[in-house]
């Protein structure tokens, strides 16, 4: 709901220059979610586009979430908050830890809100479907096996499919351990250090985006149809 000028008196500022504001944020959001690949938002980055100018207090709250409100209404978006799951490991607690989920808390990916058919068929890029396809093998693999696997055992499954960690040009990702990178950045994947009798391991596990309900149904939907797939052909 928009805020109305008797809700703005405690801010000393117009109608006007809230809308100015809201719009700014929305627009910032848009283009830094187009321009980065989806790779999440930092609040603190919002939060400074209005206190460069303004310096009351609680105002930043009050222009993202009507932000937020319009991105949903109007744009067909959600921009939602993640709260960064952490490492199954215990190697990273303490302070270390504190300070990234202080982080992810403040931290915004922006989600279409419109049925899969409908994006697909209207809002999907497909010069970018190679990288959804890719994004979903990857996340099929961690999944099915059980949530985390590491580096190398990752990279032996995706050998089997053409990807090699050592490729930097591969005809449709490029480079391919940038491509898998970017799905840490994105926040699908989270890596992390496990020591053991043989040295540090490096893990990649599924992280906020990968656990949303939406997405681990797609992915099971994903794999069944892939079973199912190769049962079909075993029994012909």
């Not at 959001?29 to 980055?45: A, D, M, Q, W, Y």
């Not at 930043?60 to 932000?67: D, L, Q, T």
Request: aromatic share 6%.
């Amino acid at each position: 709901m928009s805020t109305n000028a008797e809700d703005l008196s405690q801010f000393d500022i117009s109608v006007q220059e809230k809308d100015k504001l809201v719009a700014e944020v929305i627009r910032y959001v848009l283009f830094k979610t187009h321009h980065n690949s989806g790779c999440p938002i930092r609040r603190e980055e919002l939060t400074q586009l209005i206190t460069k100018s303004y310096r009351q207090r609680n105002l930043p709250v009050m222009i993202i979430n009507e932000a937020i409100t319009k991105l949903s209404t109007i744009f067909g978006y959600e921009m939602r908050e993640l709260q960064r799951a952490r490492p199954s490991s215990n190697n990273h607690q303490g302070r270390s830890s504190q300070q990234g989920a202080a982080e992810a808390a403040k931290t915004y990916v922006v989600m279409s809100k419109l049925p899969a058919e409908v994006y697909k068929k209207y809002v999907e890029d497909v010069d970018t479907a190679h990288r959804t396809g890719f994004t979903f093998v990857v996340l099929s693999i961690v999944h099915i096996s059980g949530g985390k696997i590491s580096e190398e055992n990752l990279w032996q499954h995706l050998k089997r499919i053409g990807l090699d960690e050592t490729n930097e040009s591969h005809p449709v990702l490029g480079n391919t351990k940038q491509a898998l990178e970017a799905l840490v950045q994105q926040r699908y994947l989270q890596k992390d250090k496990q020591s053991g009798p043989e040295g540090n391991t490096l893990i990649y596990e599924l992280a906020e985006r990968a656990l949303d309900s939406q997405v681990t149904a797609n992915l099971k939907d994903y794999i069944s149809q892939i079973v199912n797939k190769d049962v079909g052909v075993e029994d012909e």
